[in-house]
């Protein structure tokens, strides 16, 4: 059953993109062996995210806890920092949280994957001080195309749905971040093992 409860008025599927929508092949979403077990924080893959990284001061400092299946838990504070309108939380900020709760996912999956798409439903306002809880799920897999979808509630994880999200990740190597990074950060990251052990947690065959 799905860990990412739909919510709003009207049907999901009704309204996303079909680019979103798994083909008729598609499969199954396979956690993977080595995944972290259920209720276990995740960590963040790079400590200068500015979704998850320790390092980065201006960043959402998300942490993400693995879920059952392929699915995973995330709480979010909203700050003054993340204001857009008085009092309210920007909503590319919104979005970006609810964009690293589905790419945490990869850690359960073990592949290296990108955005590729983000369709973002802002059901509600969310006011400065808020606490967001986030729930990300993979629903199907294509090839490299990984459909997953969020959502974000005020409160609790029961709390009014504020937040919707379905999202196409896209299975990369390594070598996307190594060939298009700049170079400065690409080279401070090989040269940090923990970086590359985190890097190769995210590949079933490094
Ligand atoms: C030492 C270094 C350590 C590094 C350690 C890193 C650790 C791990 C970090 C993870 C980080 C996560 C952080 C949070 C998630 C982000 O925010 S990721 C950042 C934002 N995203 C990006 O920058 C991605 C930019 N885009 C791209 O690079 C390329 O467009 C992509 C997505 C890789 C796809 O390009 P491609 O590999 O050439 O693949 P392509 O054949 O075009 O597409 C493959 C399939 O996907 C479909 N597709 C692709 N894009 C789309 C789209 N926008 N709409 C619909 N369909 C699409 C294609 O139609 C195709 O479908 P099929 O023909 O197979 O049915």
């Not at 806890?65 to 979010?76: D, L, P």
């Not at 729930?135 to 997953?148: D, H, L, M, N, Q």
């Amino acid at each position: 059953m799905s860990t990412v409860p739909s919510g709003g008025n009207r049907p999901r599927s009704a309204a996303r993109s079909p680019a979103l929508t798994p083909p008729a092949d598609a499969i199954a979403p396979v956690r993977h062996p080595d995944a972290p077990a259920p209720g276990e924080l995740l960590g963040s893959h790079y400590a200068h995210c500015f979704g998850c990284g320790d390092e980065q001061p201006h960043g959402l400092h998300l942490q993400a806890r693995a879920g059952e299946g392929v699915s995973i838990t995330a709480e979010f504070t909203v700050r003054p920092s993340h204001q857009g309108a008085p009092g309210l939380a920007h909503g590319g900020v919104l979005a970006t949280a609810l964009d690293e709760s589905l790419g945490a996912l990869s850690w359960l999956l073990r592949v290296v994957a990108v955005t590729g798409k983000l369709e973002t439903d802002f059901v509600r306002p969310v006011p400065v001080d808020s606490v967001l809880f986030l729930a990300a799920e993979a629903t199907a897999v294509s090839g490299r195309k990984i459909f997953c979808s969020a959502t974000g509630r005020l409160g609790s994880p029961e709390g009014p749905l504020a937040l919707r999200a379905d999202a196409l990740f896209v299975e990369v190597k390594v070598d996307h971040f190594i060939d298009n990074g700049r170079p400065e950060e690409i080279r401070a990251a090989m040269a940090d093992p923990d970086q590359v052990r985190r890097a190769r947690a995210f590949e079933v065959n490094p």
